[in-house]
């Protein structure tokens, strides 16, 4: 199903409203950073990347899209009035909720446990991607820190983006939990495009081994091919960042994290990402439902 026919049933599931013919940026590169396993580092590395990219003068909205135990606000030492669950339920528009935070990076903070069950309903999904759609402001990229595993709220986010960062560990665990996000994304969800960045990496050696393993596997048993976006190696700045509510990448930027996290950022400005023919949802997808509704 395309994005029209996704957002069509995803509506008429919910109610009956008419859907605006507006002209909206999709020059917005989505990108969501995600992992089987839990603890990996994706938070540290959305929040810096985010910071990297807006000292680049690029504009930058953060999405913490961890609905269940959020944390982008501890790690960035903010205290935000209102957060995913206010745009959620009508309260507040997402520019309302939207704060600044480092760098001038534009956040939607979320809120712990959202429905207690900390998965959107369908409802909720609708408003979310009306409400992106809706935003007055332009950014260059939309950066997404979802929940570690495989549940609802996870694949949706990643359906969401165009360009999806794995991120593992050098932990066998990480990497077969990666195995089964991918797989179910492939195979489920029908999304193909996938980025590995190895987090607290001995070195570079050790980062191309674990990338082997995880895409040796992804070759044989899917047909799927993953793309190596680099690695971040293990750096004792990162968690003194943390306890200080500060940024790597703010306090310590000369430290070896912050350069590969720089480097890692260079590489993504590169990339021409491709018109993916995932037949899913997408956050600022709207020119294609210009095109698609009746
Ligand atoms: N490159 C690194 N070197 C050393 N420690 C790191 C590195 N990256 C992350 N950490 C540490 O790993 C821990 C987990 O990081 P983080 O919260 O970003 O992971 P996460 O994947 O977002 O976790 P969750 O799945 O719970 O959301 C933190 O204590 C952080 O300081
Ligand atoms: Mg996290």
């Given at each position: 199903m395309d994005q029209a026919g996704a957002l069509r049933e995803m509506k008429e599931n919910v109610m009956p409203q008419t859907i605006e013919r507006k002209i909206y940026n999709s020059n917005t590169?989505?990108?969501?950073?995600?992992?089987?396993?839990?603890?990996?580092?994706?938070?540290?590395?959305?929040?810096?990347?985010?910071?990297?990219?807006?000292?680049?003068?690029?504009?930058?909205?953060?999405?913490?899209?961890?609905?269940?135990?959020?944390?982008?606000?501890?790690?960035?030492?903010?205290?935000?009035?209102?957060?995913?669950?206010?745009?959620?339920?009508?309260?507040?528009?997402?520019?309302?909720?939207?704060?600044?935070?480092?760098?001038?990076?534009?956040?939607?903070?979320?809120s712990s446990g959202i429905q207690g069950t900390a998965d959107l309903s369908k409802g909720q999904k609708f408003t979310l991607l009306e409400e992106m759609d809706g935003l007055d402001e332009d950014?260059?990229?939309?950066?997404?820190?979802?929940?570690?595993?495989?549940?609802?709220?996870?694949m949706y986010f990643n359906m969401a983006a165009r360009e999806i960062i794995v991120v593992v560990s050098p932990e066998p665990t990480s990497l077969t939990d990666a195995y089964a996000l991918i797989k179910i994304l492939y195979q489920s969800?029908?999304?193909r495009c996938f980025m590995l960045l190895v987090n607290m990496a001995r070195d570079s050696n050790e980062a191309m081994?674990?990338?082997?393993?995880?895409?040796?596997?992804?070759?044989?048993?899917?047909?799927?091919?993953?793309e190596y976006l680099g690695y971040i190696p293990h750096d004792q700045n990162v968690s003194k960042a943390v306890r200080k509510q500060k940024l790597l990448t703010e306090i310590f930027s000369d430290s070896k994290a912050?350069?590969?996290m720089s480097k890692i950022i260079a590489k993504l400005c590169l990339k021409q990402p491709k018109d993916y023919e995932n037949g899913t949802i997408k956050f600022f997808g709207r020119s294609t439902i210009n095109k698609n509704v009746q």
């Open positions: 590169r989505v990108i969501a950073v995600t992992s089987g396993k839990g603890g990996v580092g994706k938070t540290n590395i959305t929040a810096n990347f985010a910071y990297i990219f807006s000292k680049m003068g690029k504009r930058i909205l953060l999405l913490d899209a961890d609905t269940g135990l959020a944390n982008i606000d501890v790690i960035l030492g903010i205290t935000p009035k209102y957060n995913l669950r206010h745009v959620l339920s009508g309260e507040k528009t997402l520019s309302e909720a939207v704060v600044e935070g480092p760098g001038g990076i534009k956040i939607l903070p979320a950014f260059d990229f939309m950066l997404i820190d979802t929940a570690a595993g495989i549940s609802d709220n996870v969800y029908k999304t081994m674990v990338y082997a393993r995880l895409s040796n596997a992804t070759n044989h048993f899917l047909g799927l091919p993953i912050s350069k590969s």
